[in-house]
């Protein structure tokens, strides 16, 4: 069913793909909400952004901690204008290259975490043919996401709105390093299944060796020296950066993900690694 609500609008683009993050059925528009064919779970869209999250009794920790990191304050703040700058003027155009040369041309790709989508904001649309769509747990920063994005989804990276073998490409900047390994095998366990055949996943991921985050953990060290146990840091603990390109091709391979390529981050001035793995149909997950 088509959405007239203009703003709304950019649902219909991707109205074929979605679905009920609680039994994967099928959605419905029922004016100013989104409906389950299959169960009859209904979820809000609030200015044009769908809030398709699971329903969960209590929010998780990830939940509260980037709640608070995206805050209009906390963005405010000299630190955090610093990395708006940086995520504008080196990862934008990092991201735009491995998006381009490893994501196809047209179809539907998905920025899963997106925060603002600063550092997407150079990607190529191909004349209308990309339609680049921003998830992310926390509401409120979709409403300050880049306009790059076509559509905007409040959801789950743990449980994708999305239908199995639907989606054309995913990428992230910065997410999957503040997850336990467990957990991270959950996550591309989600884009495994929302991924199309031989479509790919673009994951850029800090790396033990990177000077700029170890830089960055030294002026945290000493801005504590004085604040007790009221800890300051730039951003939520980052608990499983990766420690060689090995491992990130192992993580790939033991998610039923094909490694493509693995980028040391020259692009990313040493920030970050890049991992590109591709959904491979006969390499099964080895995760249970």
Same mark, same amino acid.
């Given at each position: 069913?088509?959405?007239?609500?203009?703003?709304?609008?950019?649902?219909? $683009?991707?109205?074929?793909?979605?679905?009920?993050?609680?039994?994967?059925?099928? !959605?419905?528009?029922?004016?100013?909400?989104?409906?389950?064919?299959?169960?009859?779970?209904?979820?809000?869209?609030?200015?044009?952004? #769908?809030?398709?999250?699971?329903?969960?009794?209590?929010? $998780? $920790?990830?939940?509260?901690?980037?709640?608070?990191?995206?805050?209009?304050?906390?963005?405010?703040?000299?630190?955090?204008? *610093?990395?708006?700058?940086?995520?504008?003027?080196?990862?934008?155009?990092?991201?735009?290259? *491995?998006? /381009?040369?490893?994501?196809?041309?047209?179809?539907?790709?998905? &920025?899963?975490?997106?925060?603002?989508? &600063?550092?997407?904001?150079?990607?190529? =649309?191909?004349?209308?043919?990309?339609? %680049?769509?921003?998830? /992310?747990?926390?509401?409120?920063?979709?409403?300050?996401?880049?306009?790059?994005? /076509?559509?905007?989804?409040?959801?789950? @990276?743990?449980?994708? #709105?999305?239908?199995?073998?639907?989606?054309?490409? @995913?990428?992230?900047?910065?997410?999957?390093?503040?997850?336990?390994?467990?957990? @991270? /095998?959950?996550?591309?366990?989600?884009?495994?299944?929302? !991924?199309? #055949?031989?479509?790919?996943?673009?994951?850029?991921?800090?790396?033990?060796?990177?000077?700029?985050?170890?830089? %960055? $953990?030294?002026? &945290?060290?000493?801005?504590?020296?004085?604040?007790?146990?009221?800890?300051?840091?730039?951003? #939520?603990?980052? @608990?499983?950066?990766?420690?060689?390109?090995?491992?990130?091709?192992?993580?790939?391979?033991?998610?039923?993900?094909?490694?493509?390529?693995?980028?040391?981050?020259?692009?990313? %001035?040493?920030?970050?690694?890049?991992?590109?793995?591709? =959904?491979?149909?006969? %390499? =099964?997950?080895?995760?249970?």
């Amino acid at each position: 069913m088509i959405i007239v609500s203009a703003e709304s609008a950019g649902i219909n $683009r991707i109205m074929e793909v979605l679905a009920c993050p609680q039994c994967r059925g099928r !959605l419905r528009c029922a004016e100013t909400r989104l409906a389950c064919e299959n169960c009859g779970e209904s979820y809000e869209i609030t200015k044009g952004i #769908p809030d398709l999250r699971p329903r969960s009794a209590e929010p $998780r $920790r990830e939940g509260i901690e980037w709640t608070e990191h995206w805050s209009t304050e906390n963005q405010r703040s000299l630190s955090q204008r *610093f990395f708006s700058f940086y995520r504008r003027t080196v990862f934008a155009r990092a991201v735009s290259y *491995f998006v /381009d040369r490893y994501l196809p041309p047209r179809g539907i790709l998905i &920025e899963a975490g997106s925060g603002t989508s &600063e550092t997407s904001m150079f990607i190529k =649309k191909r004349n209308g043919e990309r339609t %680049l769509v921003a998830i /992310d747990l926390i509401r409120p920063v979709l409403e300050r996401c880049h306009s790059i994005m /076509d559509v905007r989804v409040c959801g789950d @990276i743990f449980s994708l #709105p999305f239908q199995d073998d639907s989606i054309d490409g @995913i990428w992230n900047v910065g997410v999957m390093e503040h997850f336990e390994f467990d957990r @991270i /095998d959950a996550i591309l366990g989600e884009f495994r299944r929302v !991924l199309k #055949p031989r479509e790919r996943a673009v994951l850029l991921w800090p790396a033990t060796f990177s000077v700029p985050q170890r830089m %960055l $953990r030294v002026v &945290e060290w000493f801005i504590n020296l004085r604040r007790g146990r009221d800890k300051f840091r730039f951003h #939520p603990d980052e @608990i499983s950066q990766l420690r060689s390109a090995e491992q990130g091709r192992r993580i790939l391979a033991r998610n039923g993900f094909r490694p493509v390529a693995v980028d040391l981050g020259l692009r990313t %001035l040493m920030a970050f690694e890049t991992l590109v793995g591709e =959904k491979d149909p006969i %390499l =099964k997950s080895c995760v249970k």
